[in-house]
T-cell receptor, first 112, second 114 residues
């Protein structure tokens, strides 16, 4: 199956700064790239996604960039807040059938 | 908001024993999934299903069976539990359509095999 690598296992930023989390994938057939957030002791929930027909998508303070040539995508969080502290998972899907392959997660800590 | 309920939330099992983890979703989603979460590995796909009666192997199916007796229910079965299966298990559901790929996760089951 698809292999998704998440490069930063931990990331620490000061409140108000920006954070960037990077992922790479292996299969050129992958076409859907979501991000999920897991707050401490809780389950995962969807935050933002991007499809392969675009290279950028923004939702409020979150932006996802996709570089299909490099098979790389990234999550950018601007003006970070303490509530952004969580583990963020990137994922990729090769088909319309919703089978998501996840990265290993990045623990983001936003320090006051 | 989609609702996915897992039971039990916590389970302690003995090596060699049988463990069944249950998952119920009330949103009529076609697809359901079982993942396990381990530090350093993230989420790994064990089994998934496209609908009632269907089960498919994910990346790490060895030692696990799955059962989807109905649209709502998807179980993960460990016939002979081993300490290496100690983990947090997440069930998820999704509509399985190209236009709607979001997965909805349950709260997780923490399993310890002693």
């Amino acid at each position: 199956g698809e292999k998704v690598e998440q490069h930063e296992s931990t990331l620490s930023v000061r409140e108000g700064d920006s954070a960037v989390i990077n992922c790479t994938y292996t299969d050129t057939a992958s076409s859907y790239f979501p991000w999920y957030k897991q707050e401490a002791g809780k389950s995962l929930h969807f935050v933002i996604d991007i499809r392969s027909n675009v290279d950028r998508k923004q939702s409020q303070r979150l932006t996802v960039l996709l570089d299909k040539k490099a098979k790389r995508f990234s999550l950018h969080i601007t003006a970070t807040q303490p509530e952004d502290s969580a583990i963020y998972f990137c994922a990729a899907s090769m088909s319309n059938y919703n089978v998501l392959y996840f990265g290993s997660g990045t623990k983001l800590t936003v320090e006051p | 908001e989609a609702a996915v309920t897992q039971s039990p939330r916590n389970k302690v099992a003995v090596t060699g024993g049988k463990v069944t983890l249950s998952c119920n979703q009330t949103n009529n989603h076609n697809n359901m999934y079982w993942y396990r979460q381990d530090t350093g590995h993230g989420l790994r796909l064990i089994h998934y299903s496209y609908g009632a009666g269907s089960t498919e192997k994910g990346d790490i199916p060895d030692g696990y069976k799955a059962s989807r007796p109905s649209q709502e229910n998807f179980s993960l079965i460990l016939e002979l539990a081993t300490p290496s299966q100690t983990s947090v298990y997440f069930c998820a559901s999704g509509e399985g359509r190209a236009s709607q790929n979001t997965l909805y996760f349950g709260a997780g089951t923490r399993l310890s095999v002693l």
